[in-house]
């Protein structure tokens, strides 16, 4: 868990504690502290603050995708702006919650992030979408997409990864990669935020 609120962090802290299937390894209150402690400990799920103290949610998102990528990450933020939500996804992260959520949520959260699946609060989906390529688009657009290119695009926008995609379906992931690149040429989405924007659009999200 990265917080700089010494408050946000034991009130994080002690929700988990009652969670039967989640231990808290580590925590920290800034984003060069949070490197170290990630890369030391390797946790399933690291909960991470966007504004921190030395460097931004966004900037520690991206190095922690690039030097661990196996950690899933999840943003907690008071920030509702779709600028902050696409710049993380962008990072790669797995999900985003807001903290004016509902505790439970962020169990849930994590939970699914855990799973492999993408979790991205109700507020931030409808914020999202809305100016966004995808929201757009008539949602018969999936029409254009074979089953299997429509099946690797769905995980895609629930967060896992092409290695994932590729066990689950049982195919290889260069296939998945061929897949990949033809539903998202037919679509025209350029990036993995693009791909979660328009999966929500579609209503794959809505599960969660």
Known sequence: ?????????????????????????????????????????AP??????????????????????????????????????????????????????????????????IRAISAGDMYLDPAVISKAVSDSHAASNAPEEAGNLSPREQDVLRLIARG????????RLQISTKTVETYKARAAEKLSLRTRADIVKYGAAQGWLETF
């Open 44 to 109: 399933d799920v690291a909960v991470i603050d966007i504004s921190l103290p030395d460097i931004s949610g966004i900037e520690l998102a991206g190095r922690l995708a690039e030097a661990c990528p196996a950690v899933r990450l999840l943003a907690l933020s008071v920030h509702e702006d779709r600028a902050y939500v696409q710049q993380l996804l962008q990072a790669g992260v797995r999900g985003y919650l807001l903290k004016r959520s509902a505790a439970e949520e962020l169990v849930r959260a």
């Open 160 to 167: 896992f990864a092409n290695k994932e995609i590729a066990a």
């Open 1 to 41: 868990m990265v917080d700089d609120h010494p408050v946000v962090l034991a009130g994080i802290k002690s929700l988990l504690m009652t969670v039967s299937e989640v231990a808290v390894v580590g925590e920290c209150a800034t984003g060069r502290e949070a490197l170290r402690l990630i890369l030391d400990a």
